[in-house]
């Protein structure tokens, strides 16, 4: 068995506009900002608290951070129906299942208005499994994936073999998530970070969704 673990946020969704825009707002109120979809990309990281002590050129404290994390995602929220699925989300996904392999999505928004989100969009029903973040705000990725793939060992029945999965995501938490669980992983240039970045890790880096998949060996 062959699978797919997709990115939501920045790989499936085109959601980069939205996502600065929030931030923006977030900035707002600690009268700082704005910043533009270059700078959002130059400096976003994980976990997320140091990315705005970089924009604030400041340390932040706990209750800082729960008021920027509540104030990007009310904002977020509010814009999150203008975002549109990557303009080959649909057809990438086709092709994982005309290929025969399995996939599903690994999102760190909220886990149950991710569900909310995707209701709608027309792949729910090609995703083995779904989850969202059930831990901390802002934490990093590696975790999640841990429990996501235990998640799709039980909906397939039986162990998942690392070398059997590829991880395709925008971000460099994306990598690291993957290298620390020996899984290949593709990057897809059109999200969180410049493609410098992104190649700076070793990992393959695409320009396109389609593109991505060859690059993992998803054939048909």
Known sequence: MQHVVWDWNGTLLND??????????ALASFNAGPITADDYRAGY????????EHL?????????????????????REALAEAQLAPDAL?????V??????????SMFPHDELLETLAGRGIGDMLIAIDGLRAGRGERKYGSLVRHLEHV??????????TTVVMIGDALDDADAAEGLGIKCVLYASGSHPRAKLEATGHPVSDSLIEALAVA???A
């Open 45 to 52: 990281t994980r976990p997320v608290v140091l990315f705005y």
């Open 56 to 76: 604030l050129s400041r340390p932040v404290s706990h209750e800082e951070w729960e008021q920027l994390d509540i104030m990007f995602h009310d904002a977020y």
């Open 16 to 25: 980069l506009e939205q996502v600065v825009q929030s931030v923006n707002v």
């Open 153 to 162: 060992a039980q909906k397939i029945g039986g162990p998942l073999d690392p």
């Open 217 to 219: 060996g998803v054939t």
């Open 91 to 95: 057809a990438a996904m086709e092709a």
């Open 97 to 106: 299942d005309d290929a025969g392999w399995t996939q599903s999505l690994l």
